[in-house]
């Protein structure tokens, strides 16, 4: 058995009665290679064979998305950007397959805006995968993330409400909890309850540090994070 094959791929067994051909994958457009089988006998006579394989083109999944990161929640559009890798076979002629990785799905070439939340304190990453699929069957996918980042979360918890005058209140009365992901500036603001005017203000996560000094006086602490 001798075999040959045109354009030139690599051919392992190619002295074989079964051999393997090594077709490399193709994103532009179809190609027909030509196969051919020459038969021996003992008695040395001979026998040819041709045949025509086609080797469809694989398709390019692509897309682009509005926003690849945002604060929650966001309305996000895609840009189908998918090429068949036949020319003349536009999107038109592709099918398609969407997973918004929110539980969400679509086939449309297009798809309407798809909102993603976050109701935690850390990112919340979605993975979208787009399967395309040209005329031909082949396919290819692709996977792209969107980022929705948490809004900020105010918390703190106090070991005392109320204490002999004078009342300091400071870090050792109030523990501020620390979300990273969610909050980066800390200010604090001490407010006088009947006339709410501010009566202090500081930046910084530990930056409380007000005294009550007169018996039967209160006020209202304030933790603003953005």
Same mark, same amino acid.
């Given at each position: 058995?001798?075999?040959? /094959?045109?354009?030139?791929?690599? *051919? ?35 026998? @040819?064979? $041709? ?10 999944? !692509? ?7 945002? +604060? ?37 070439? *297009? ?26 069957? +082949?396919? !290819?996918? /692709?996977?792209?993330? /969107? ?57 910084? /996560? ?9 018996? $039967? $006086?209160?006020?209202?602490? @304030?933790? *603003?994070?953005?």
């Amino acid at each position: 058995y001798s075999w040959s /094959i045109t354009p030139n791929i690599t *051919i392992t067994g190619g002295s074989s009665n079964n051999p393997t051909f090594n077709f490399p994958v193709t994103t532009n457009d179809s190609l027909v290679y030509l196969i051919n089988l020459l038969v021996l006998d003992a008695n040395g006579c001979a026998d @040819e064979f $041709d045949l025509n394989y086609t080797v469809y083109p694989k398709p390019t999944a !692509d897309f682009t998305p509005s926003l690849m990161d945002s +604060c929650g929640p966001v309305s996000v559009t895609f840009i189908n950007m998918s090429f068949s890798g036949q020319t003349g076979m536009d999107r038109k002629t592709m099918t398609f397959a969407w997973d918004f990785g929110n539980g969400l799905s679509s086939t449309d070439s *297009i798809p309407p805006g798809i909102t993603f939340t976050n109701t935690g304190v850390v990112d919340s990453v979605y993975s979208v995968q787009l399967i395309a699929t040209n005329a031909f069957g +082949c396919s !290819d996918t /692709i996977i792209k993330n /969107i980022t929705v980042h948490p809004d900020p979360l105010a918390d703190y918890t106090t070991s005392s409400l109320l204490d002999c005058a004078p009342f300091k209140i400071d870090t050792t009365i109030i523990t501020t909890i620390h979300y990273p992901s969610a909050n980066n500036t800390y200010v604090w603001r001490v407010i006088d309850p009947v006339s709410n005017s501010v009566l202090q203000s500081s930046i910084g /996560i530990n930056s409380i540090n007000y005294t009550i000094l007169n018996a $039967d $006086d209160s006020v209202n602490v @304030e933790l *603003i994070v953005s």
